[in-house]
């Protein structure tokens, strides 16, 4: 008997821990916060932001290496 009522009230609490977290996403899907969007921009191009920083430093050093090649 004892084990039907732990059962029970763990059903219970799973049901409503998933309907919170449903009724949760809903309400933040008319935020205009994009979980889905960022995530998946992450995923498509997970380097972006690093490469984007190596370019800037490559034309840096080669701007400065043609202004050392014009002083000498």
Not at 28 to 51: I, N, V, Y
């Amino acid at each position: 008997m004892n084990l039907y009522i732990i059962a029970l009230i763990a059903l219970i609490i799973l049901i409503l821990v998933n309907l919170l977290t449903f009724l949760s996403l809903r309400k933040s899907r008319h935020s205009r916060f994009d979980w889905f969007g960022a995530t998946k921009s992450t995923l498509k191009e997970p380097f972006k932001a690093e490469e984007d920083q190596l370019n800037a430093l490559h034309q840096r050093v080669a701007e400065l290496g043609k202004g050392e090649a014009g002083k000498q």
